[in-house]
């Protein structure tokens, strides 16, 4: 099993930034792809960004340029720095993480989210 927990959601004004970040922990034997989804009141989840083991990013087309998703492999954890901040942001971030365990289970696991609120 891996779990995964975020932290550094808040709230801010629109502008202002955040950082946040993802732990996974438990019996890992090596995660492929984290990622960060959010999903605002009433709407689906959706893909904020994502970086493979090598580095190789993705980003939603609404956060280019502004949002930057990073890792520390040998701490089993992600980042996504977050500037200039738009209302339009505010969701609950949760990471997951492509991950296989020791026993050579490979699974997608999902953080408890954190709550992002953007004020204008």
């Known amino acids: 099993q891996v779990q995964l927990v975020e932290s550094g959601g808040g709230l801010v004004q629109a502008g202002g930034s955040l950082r946040l970040s993802c732990a996974a922990s438990?019996?890992?034997?090596?995660?492929?792809?984290m990622g960060w989804y959010r999903q605002a009141p009433g709407k689906q989840r959706e893909l904020v960004a994502a970086?493979?083991?090598?580095?190789?990013?993705n980003y939603a087309d609404s956060v280019k340029g502004r949002f930057t998703i990073s890792r520390d492999n040998a701490k089993n954890t992600v980042y996504l720095q977050m500037n200039s901040l738009k209302p339009e942001d505010t969701a609950v971030y949760r990471c997951?993480?492509?991950?296989?365990?020791?026993?050579?289970?490979?699974?997608?696991?999902w953080g408890q989210g954190t709550q992002v609120t953007v004020s204008s």
């Open positions: 970086i493979t083991s090598g580095g190789s990013t």
């Open positions: 438990g019996s890992i034997f090596r995660i492929d792809v």
């Open positions: 997951n993480a492509d991950a296989t365990t020791t026993a050579r289970i490979k699974n997608v696991y």
